[in-house]
Nanobody, 120 residues
């Protein structure tokens, strides 16, 4: 499974970006999809996850109310809409999927990461 993350860039505080995670040739419907990030000098952390079993979506407290996951089944693509961006959202963002529908457990496949920089 190959995941292609894109959409990162430079944005001012309060701005918005939409990240994309494409999975060519792979149907994402039944699998959990997660977004993660690693900021400078920080450990990787989970940002959000969409369950493959019932479509439930979970968000880290730090992004709840600002970030939204969505999916385009026809394009096998998952999106992360990021609004009201803050300095502390600066990070390399990764999408990942796993051989299972639950958001719990190890993640098997990772995209290459896309850099989001929030700066004035």
């Amino acid at each position: 499974v190959q995941l292609q993350a894109s959409g990162g860039g430079l944005v001012q505080p309060g701005g918005s970006l939409r990240l994309s995670c494409a999975a060519p040739g792979f149907t994402l419907d039944d699998y959990a999809i997660g977004w993660f990030r690693q900021g400078p000098g920080k450990e990787r952390e989970g940002v959000s996850c969409r369950s493959g079993s019932d479509g439930s979506t979970y968000y880290a407290n730090s992004v709840k109310g600002r970030f939204t996951m969505s999916r385009d089944n026809a394009k096998n693509t998952v999106y992360l809409q990021m609004n009201s961006l803050k300095f502390e959202d600066t990070a390399v963002y990764y999408c990942a999927t796993r051989a299972g529908s639950s958001c719990s457990g190890a993640w098997d496949y990772w995209g290459q990461g896309t850099l989001v920089t929030v700066s004035s």
